[in-house]
């Protein structure tokens, strides 16, 4: 599948949209606790737009890390993808950090996911955010020196990691 790079109009408005939000940290911000115990949400994108927003981010596999990242020019972090891919691919501009995403849409019980769902990771806190794409796989930038992939939630790692899910 080839991915057409976004008209020039709708990268300067991705760029602004997400350079007034870099002096945030991006993965490893700390967030307050999600919801828990609401019942599954109506989502608010279309199933078209949650289609596109988890066909979009297999697109962006193999984009190279880079911490603040936020365009496949210059690589992503974690929630600088999340920005990017739902920009393109819903018109919606979420928070910008992992803080603010764990009160993005309306927490959902991890049985209930469906593509373009985001999911968040960490002790405590969530530290890391990917945007889940079926099959029990989400699309996640992992780490320095790494690059945009998919990983499997049922995975030796992330299946041991605490885990939240939203949908918008």
Do not use: K
């Not at 109009?9 to 700390?30: F, I, K, P, Q």
């Amino acid at each position: 599948m080839r991915v057409l790079p976004p008209s020039p109009d709708r990268r300067l408005l991705t760029l602004a949209v997400a350079a007034s939000a870099l002096w945030l940290s991006g993965c490893g911000s700390a967030p307050r606790a999600p919801a828990r115990g609401r019942p599954a949400a109506a989502s608010a994108l279309t199933p078209q737009q949650a289609h596109d927003i988890a066909i979009h981010a297999l697109g962006l596999v193999g984009t190279p890390y880079r911490y603040g990242g936020n365009t496949p020019e210059g690589g992503f972090d974690c929630s600088g993808l999340i920005g990017y891919v739902y920009f393109q691919g819903a018109g919606v501009a979420p928070p910008r950090t992992v803080a603010a995403l764990a009160d993005f849409g309306t927490g959902i019980p991890a049985g209930d996911l469906r593509g373009g769902d985001l999911v968040l990771f960490g002790r405590g806190r969530p530290n890391h955010a990917g945007i889940y794409v079926g099959e029990r796989r989400f699309v996640h930038a992992p780490s320095t020196g790494g690059t945009v992939r998919v990983d499997r939630l049922d995975g030796v790692y992330w299946s041991r990691q605490p885990m939240a899910a939203r949908r918008l």
